[in-house]
T-cell receptor, first 112, second 116 residues
């Protein structure tokens, strides 16, 4: 079974600064998708960004970007110009035709 | 527009009782997922419905867990003879996907289940 590992249970960042959340995964499949989801205290999971494995270009959504290293099976999330509203749990997820896995999450705190 | 809704938002039950959790997906979404999120943990996949295909039940932890999806829309997750370790937040998600290439999941707010 594929595994998704988020090695940072907690991270903190100063408002307006940049933070990077790590995610690694293990797979033998070639066709898959990777996601970062945000879960604020309201419990509502929100899609932040997605990356198709066949695309070499890193996905970007406004202040959120990823560093996708397919050979290293690494998929980190960079949040630029952090805002107080970015404080939440962040989950990395893997999806293929055969499997779907979520990491254990990273709790991000944003300090004013 | 309306998102994924789940009811109840909170459920407290006694050990040994049966519970039903409901999920209303986004209209037109063909795929529906159930997850369990235990305190401080990530999401554990439970079951997946895709259109009229047989559901993928590979994540159900025991035969006390079952789920149905009626008419390709509303889904009910049933937990029989609840145990204290069933206490968790149960999240539902739907997706417009016909395949994984467009499988972006939209999550509901979850049901927090507490088994006393």
């Amino acid at each position: 079974a594929q595994t998704v590992t988020q090695s940072q249970p907690e991270m903190s960042v100063q408002e307006a600064e940049t933070v990077t959340l790590s995610c690694t995964y293990d797979t033998s499949e070639s066709d898959y998708y990777l996601f970062w989801y945000k879960q604020p205290p309201s419990r509502q999971m929100i899609l932040v960004i997605r990356q198709e494995a066949y695309k070499q270009q890193n996905a970007t959504e406004n202040r959120f970007s990823v560093n996708f290293q397919k050979a290293a099976k690494s998929f980190s999330l960079k949040i630029s110009d952090s805002q107080l509203g970015d404080a939440a749990m962040y989950f990395c997820a893997y999806r293929s035709i055969n499997d779907m896995r979520f990491g254990a999450g990273t709790r991000l705190t944003v300090k004013p | 527009g309306a998102g994924v809704s789940q009811s109840p938002s909170n459920k407290v039950t006694e050990k040994g009782k049966d519970v039903e959790l409901r999920c209303d997906p986004i209209s037109g979404h063909t795929a529906l997922y159930w997850y369990r999120q235990s305190l401080g943990q990530g999401l554990e996949f439970l079951i997946y419905f895709q259109g009229n295909s047989a559901p993928d039940k590979s994540g159900l932890p025991s035969d006390r867990f079952s789920a149905e999806r009626t008419g390709g829309s509303v889904s009910t997750l049933t937990i029989q003879r609840t145990q204290q370790e069933d206490s968790a937040v149960y999240l539902c998600a739907s997706s417009p996907a016909e395949g994984i290439s467009t499988d972006t999941q939209y999550f509901g707010p979850g049901t927090r289940l507490t088994v006393l």
